[in-house]
Structures are given as C-alpha cells and as structure tokens.
C-alpha cells in the first residue's frame, strides 16, 4: 500500500506558527491513494532536503469539511 498524501493534489499547506520556536512547523491536509483523509504535522530539516513527520492523523470531521471547501475552490 502506498499513502503519498505529500504527494497526492490537491494539498492544502499551513503554517503552525504556534508551535514553531525552533523551527518551522507545517500541517498538511491530503489524501492517500487509498482515499483516506489525513492532516500530517511536520518540519523541514538538512536545507530543505528531509520532511521529519511529528504526527500523522486521520483528519477531524472539520478537517474534512474545510479540506472539501477548498477542494472545491479554483486554484
């Protein structure tokens, strides 16, 4: 099995600026190829080389609806 939600369109990207003392922190809301739905906390590290994943999760009821509306949007 396959997830790419990194990878799959469309993906919805957001800072968590909260949470990003040390260094930049992003949620990520996407789907697998499976067609599951999931919000994916993670930073950058080595230049912009290596995603490290702090939490991955399948999305919240809102989530979904919030990624359904931007689904739904022109890009």
């Given at each position: 099995?396959?997830?790419?939600?990194?990878?799959?369109?469309p993906?919805?990207?957001?800072?968590?600026?909260?949470?990003?003392?040390?260094?930049?922190?992003?949620?990520?809301?996407?789907?697998?190829?499976?067609?599951?739905?999931?919000?994916?906390?993670?930073?950058?590290?080595?230049?912009?080389?290596?995603?490290?994943?702090?939490?991955?999760?399948?999305?919240?009821?809102?989530?979904?609806?919030?990624?359904?509306?931007?689904?739904?949007?022109?890009?």
């Amino acid at each position: 099995m396959h997830t790419s939600a990194l990878i799959n369109e469309p993906l919805l990207l957001m800072p968590d600026p909260k949470h990003s003392r040390d260094e930049p922190r992003y949620h990520a809301l996407g789907t697998t190829d499976d067609g599951r739905f999931l919000h994916i906390t993670f930073t950058v590290r080595a230049s912009g080389r290596l995603i490290r994943v702090i939490s991955a999760r399948d999305m919240h009821r809102k989530e979904r609806t919030f990624y359904g509306q931007a689904k739904e949007k022109p890009a």
